[in-house]
């Protein structure tokens, strides 16, 4: 089961990413911050540390003029929390893998957290 201050914390993570608030992200998150983002099982980006993850996420806000994370199940593994998501975005910028602006993407995936001492110690996001 997953306390209500573990999900708020998460809803509140969620809710500052889809409207690029790149500070109010970063006030949720603990000091050693470990991000990984996997795609097709591989992992393709790792941040360390908050200074890493606000490099990232601040990069992130220009390569997309909206963006959406919807939890839509979440569930309790171990010391982790399991939330699956649909992902919409509509891109600002052309992509390498031949994406372009003004394309939309949407994704369902799944974004993996874990709490420690109130903060987000860990964020792994699958697609």
């Known amino acids: 089961m997953i306390c209500s201050e573990t999900k708020e914390i998460i809803d509140y993570y969620i809710e500052a990413y889809n409207s690029f608030d790149v500070l109010g992200m970063i006030k949720l998150l603990h000091k050693d911050i470990l991000f990984r983002n996997f795609s097709n099982g591989e992992v393709n980006m790792e941040t360390n540390g908050i200074q ?66 109130g903060k987000i110690s860990l964020i792994e996001d699958y697609s």
């Open 52 to 117: 890493e993850f606000r490099e990232l996420a601040e990069k992130s806000t220009k390569i997309f003029t909206s963006r959406r994370q919807t939890i839509i199940d979440c569930s309790a593994i171990d010391d982790k929390i399991e939330a699956m998501i649909d992902y919409e975005g509509m891109l600002a910028v052309d992509l390498p893998n031949g994406l372009k602006a003004g394309d939309k993407m949407q994704l369902k995936g799944k974004s993996v957290f874990r709490i420690v001492e």
